[in-house]
């Protein structure tokens, strides 16, 4: 094994081997080094493809959430109506005043629902769709005696307002373009005071008018006229405003007339209620019996009005009640009532009736005039306007009559 | 491990020390410079990373041992499967100038055999130790070492 080993023994590693090899270990142990106190960033390739990824989905749930939430938006109701003739049934309203719940309040409602669908119709559209049914269906009557509440129901006055007036016009054209007629009489309640009426079962509408008729004779319970027709119950109203105390208001009058007062009564009560006590008539929920309070009051007081006009044209209503007589629900037949007579009965009207020397005002003539009609011609007009004039004294019964209450 | 630079650290050092050992392990198998380097610069940086864990210059030595060996044989074992035919032509290029028959022999002989012979007879370690650089059994060993002997004998014989 000599030679193996000698010649193994020749053997000797190359300087530049040598060299090569110091070098190249020192620079990877340094490399190591460094790499041991550097922050990785091997994660950078996840990162923005990651980045993509999520913004992606984000873009689409926030649209999809978007989406769902401008539907549900759309479809939740902010306002309501209250529609009431007999039958009574709520369209709730959106934002944009669209038609997107409906509600009936009894079997009559269901009927009149069951014949359309108003959904997603504007207000106005749906307004008038439900009061041509209800005509088609036989809910009112042909001496236009029927009373058509229209309730808004909403926490915004001036919402509540509009709605009222053009519910109030849209209904007006509707009937005009047919062969009906019959009363618009318009409220507003607040969303609370709805809610209350719809625990009760009761349509907010008709709900509003049972508390006024409570207003006058505190006995009156809800189940009594939660199946009436909203005339009755103005009638009813009308009745106890008759009665001694209440200053007696006559009622019975004719279509025209019933249909002046309830105008009168209308603007009556708004002007009242803007001079007085705003708040209360739109809140009734709270404080209806207040604002019945304040008008009985007023009865009692004429001056307590602080509006002159307002004292003029109560002092009318009740010149023309006096000139009337008494009547209530009166079948048409009889002279000097209409069935309606009831127009007065609107006793939130304020139904004052203290015959005092009443200062007939410019209203008069023009009130009278528009809700005549059709059906009232000359002969309204010119009865409204002399009696006015007249100053009080109930001139002529001859007033009330032109219609001819003959029903 | 602050220092690496300068001409005197335990880097210079150990590559010293060790490198002809190294080399000569590179002999019995490579016959390719770049083969060589490759194993120089492997082995040794392997040796630093571990620089800690040797206890003492028996223990480098022994472990250097090993794992030149092992590189060594895969590569020859990668060259002899890539380059079958034409390998008379890959002359070496550090070729001793009168190397004996006995040492032509041995490069002729299986690598396990080879890096017994070399353990056993160039360094002069006794089995126990060598079983223990080869990982192999101490009979296996003893076989092994006889078989190489008497193919020695014969290679030795047919050239001469």
């Not at chain 1, 530049?16 to 041991?36: D, G, H, I, P, W």
């Not at chain 1, 309730?151 to 915004?156: K, R």
């Not at chain 1, 004039?389 to 219609?403: F, H, I, L, V």
Request: charged share 20%; hydrophobic share 30%; aromatic share 6%.
């Amino acid at each position: 094994m000599n030679p193996f080993v000698n010649d193994l023994n020749n053997i000797k590693a190359e300087e530049t081997l040598k060299e090569k090899t110091k070098a190249f270990v020192r620079t990877e142990l340094t490399k190591a080094q460094y790499a041991k106190t550097t922050v990785r960033t091997e994660h950078k390739k996840e990162n923005p493809f990651m980045k993509k990824i999520i913004g992606a989905i984000s873009a689409v749930a926030a649209c999809t959430l978007l989406v769902i939430c401008g539907f549900a938006f759309y479809n939740t109701p902010l306002n309501y109506v209250s529609v009431d003739i007999n039958p009574s049934v709520e369209l709730g309203i959106n934002a944009f005043d669209r038609v997107v719940t409906m509600q009936a309040f009894n079997e009559d409602g269901e009927q009149l629902l069951a014949g359309l669908n108003v959904m997603q119709m504007s207000l106005q559209d749906a307004v008038s769709n439900l009061v041509e049914q209800a005509d088609e269906q036989g809910y009112l009557n042909d001496d236009g005696s029927s009373v058509i509440a229209i309730t808004a129901e909403s926490n915004n006055e001036q919402t509540a307002a509009q709605i009222q007036t053009a519910c109030e016009n849209t209904i007006t054209l509707t009937l005009n373009k047919g062969e009906t007629t019959a009363v618009v009489y318009t409220d507003a309640v607040t969303l609370h005071f709805a809610q209350q009426a719809k625990e009760s079962g009761v349509s907010p509408g008709k709900f509003r008018l049972i508390q006024v008729l409570q207003s006058l004779d505190p006995t009156i319970t809800v189940d009594q006229y939660r199946n009436a027709k909203i005339s009755d119950i103005i009638a009813a109203a009308g009745a106890m405003l008759d009665q001694p105390g209440n200053n007696g208001n006559g009622n019975g009058q004719g279509n025209a007339d019933n249909a002046d007062a309830l105008q009168r009564i209308r603007n009556a009560i708004k002007a009242q209620n803007a001079e007085q006590t705003q708040t209360q008539s739109m809140t009734l929920g709270d404080s209806g019996n207040g604002e019945t309070y304040t008008e009985q009051n007023q009865n009692q007081n004429a001056n307590q009005y602080k509006n002159s006009e307002t004292q003029a044209k109560e002092q009318e209503k009740e010149q023309k009640k006096a000139e009337n007589g008494n009547s209530t629900t009166a079948s048409p037949a009889t002279p000097g009532n209409n069935g309606n007579g009831n127009s007065n009965g609107n006793g939130n009207a304020g139904g004052n009736g203290n015959a005092g020397t009443a200062s007939c005002s410019a209203d008069c003539s023009s009130d009278c005039s528009a809700s005549c009609s059709a059906s009232c011609t000359s002969s309204c007009s010119s009865s409204c306007s002399s009696s006015c004039a007249s100053d009080g004294t109930g001139t002529s019964s001859a007033n009330g009559n032109s219609n001819g209450g003959k029903g | 491990m602050s220092q690496l630079s300068g001409t005197n650290d335990y880097i210079t050092a150990a590559i010293e020390k060790y490198s002809d050992m190294v080399r000569r392990i590179c002999f019995l198998y490579l016959k390719n410079n770049a083969d060589v380097e490759d194993v120089f610069q492997e082995v040794f940086l392997k040796f630093f990373q571990n620089f800690d864990t040797f206890e003492n210059e028996d223990h480098q030595k022994a472990w250097l041992c090993r794992v030149a060996f092992n590189k060594c044989k895969d590569l020859h074992k990668s060259f002899w499967r890539k380059n079958v035919v034409g390998l008379e032509n890959q002359e070496i290029p550090y070729e001793l100038p009168e190397q004996s028959e006995l040492t032509k022999a041995v490069l002729e002989l299986p690598p396990d055999q080879r890096e017994l012979i070399y353990l056993h007879y160039y360094e002069g370690r006794p089995i126990p130790e060598i079983a223990e650089i080869m990982q192999k059994n101490q009979n296996t060993v003893y076989s092994l070492l006889r078989r190489a002997k008497t193919l020695l004998k014969t290679k030795v014989s047919e050239h001469s």
